[in-house]
């Protein structure tokens, strides 16, 4: 591992940037567990129509984050700049741009929510627990459709002032969204309170309902404290962007939008070829990756936290420090995958037995965790070689890394083995997540080559 000891300064600002952000997403994927372990005590269909539909939605919320990032990559180098009015020129295209894809994606997924949701039902098992499964998730859907607008300006607030190092503020107004959501679970799920027990749907309610509070939380915080953040004030009174600005953040923010969006799509095919071989597999997944989203919260915010760090030196102009650090950073981030990977594999054997459902699916689940512990730190190790090559903007590599590597390599494999072999399920979902250290090679020469290091905002 490269020496860090002269390095303590930059480590702890690299810490104050990235900690807020693990423990939002640590309660909010606590939570989500919570959340799991509530509809999976109505049954295992409600937990596999959840699951799926969730699927979905998850290719929504990545869509959002491309654009976001793609955008938040002229955010954070004009951080480094100094240039207030440039990061306030950011902030208005991502609240125009996020509300035109919220929009769009709710008519896409409001049409055609049950066709995609039946892809995820064409599996060897019960009909009838196929149909059961097809109504829930399209009744979760319709509900949750709510918050795809709130969720988009959300992130413009949010992913603004990570940007800009200010990673208190989404933390805080995320736990406040996640404690509404976990009361509301409990009330509407169950039915508590006089009301009737509503089961996904009570789930789906609640989590529309702790959006909007995230949203207003975002809103009235950033506007009180336009001293902490300046791009705000006139940010809403003279609602334009230069044109030639906007053409630089679209034409950046779009091949990143692609890849998100190509990459989620290439995520949910790879398990929709899981799926095909068993629908025990939509569920023992589900349990499996609600663990790993709660794991893997350190590399993760790490990684992002390494991405915004790099876009900020490179905004000031340290281009050589830049390719310095971003190695050295990069295992920390492994360091984290690490840790997580080994609590992984000590309760992996224990944590399907929270869910009420059948016992093969809880093996199934426990093989699926053990596999994704032993993958983590290479995941960890791409996924920061990812915000890396993001930050100097260069979207060309970061598409080739990510989403056309996902699809020529990954999705082809899972296709292949799930539809013309007979291979077992924990076989094939091993082989695929391993093509995760072909990744992590490609990702060490593209890093080294310095191909990434950009000032884009001089």
């Excluded at 003279?238 to 030639?244: A, E, I, L, Q, R």
């Excluded at 998100?260 to 997944?285: H, K, P």
């Excluded at 979902?429 to 191909?451: D, N, P, Q, W, Y």
Aim: net charge neutral; with cysteine.
């Amino acid at each position: 591992m490269p020496e860090l000891k002269d390095d303590k300064a930059y480590i702890k600002r690299l810490l104050l940037i990235a900690l807020p952000m693990m423990v939002q997403n640590g309660i909010s994927n606590f939570v989500n567990l919570l959340d799991n372990l509530m509809i999976g005590q109505v049954g295992t269909n409600a937990l596999s129509g959840v699951a799926i539909a969730n699927q979905l939605i998850f290719v929504f919320y990545l869509v959002i984050f491309g654009a976001t990032a793609g955008v938040g990559i002229f955010t954070a180098q004009y951080k480094g700049k100094g240039d207030d009015d440039g990061i306030r020129y950011t902030f208005r295209f991502k609240i125009v741009f996020n509300t035109i894809i919220s929009s769009l994606c709710i008519l896409i997924l409001a049409f055609l929510s049950p066709y995609l949701i039946n892809l995820f039902l064409l599996g060897e098992g019960n009909p009838a627990d196929a149909a059961e499964t097809l109504v829930i998730g399209v009744d979760y859907m319709h509900i949750i459709l709510i918050s795809l607008i709130p969720i988009g300006l959300s992130q413009a607030y949010a992913g603004t002032l990570r940007d800009l190092g200010a990673t208190k503020v989404p933390m805080y107004s995320s736990l406040c969204a996640i404690f509404v959501n976990l009361v509301g679970n409990y009330i509407l799920i169950y039915g508590h309170l006089g009301l009737p027990a509503m089961g996904a749907a009570g789930a789906a309610i609640a989590t529309v309902i702790s959006r909007f509070v995230e949203l207003a939380i975002l809103i009235i915080y950033t506007g009180k404290h336009a001293d902490l953040f300046p791009f705000i004030r006139g940010a809403f009174k003279d609602f334009k962007v230069p044109m030639d600005l906007a053409f630089k953040f679209f034409f950046k923010a779009l091949p990143l939008m692609a890849n998100e969006t190509l990459w989620s799509l290439g995520m949910t095919t790879i398990n929709q070829c899981y799926s095909y071989r068993s629908l025990d597999a939509v569920a023992a997944f589900n349990i499996e990756s609600t663990l790993w989203n709660l794991m893997g919260v350190a590399f993760i915010a790490m990684g992002e936290a390494v991405g915004i760090m790099m876009g900020h030196i490179l905004g000031s102009g340290e281009l050589a420090e830049a390719k310095e650090k971003a190695n050295k950073m990069r295992w920390v981030t492994v360091l984290c995958g690490i840790v997580f990977a080994v609590i992984m594999v000590c309760i992996s054997p224990f944590f399907p037995l929270l869910y009420n459902t059948s016992d093969e699916i809880r093996a199934m689940a426990s093989g699926f965790i053990l596999i994704a512990a032993v993958t983590m730190p290479f995941c960890a190790y791409t996924h920061a070689s990812y915000f890396i090559m993001r930050s100097g903007g260069n979207t060309i590599i970061t598409v080739i890394f990510d989403s056309v590597y996902t699809w020529v390599v990954t999705v082809t494999l899972a296709y292949i083995l799930s539809r013309f072999t007979n291979i077992d399920i924990l076989w094939l979902v091993g082989i695929i997540r391993s093509l995760e250290f072909i990744k992590c090679i490609i990702a060490f020469f593209f890093v080294r080559s310095g191909i990434w290091v950009r000032n884009i905002v001089k």
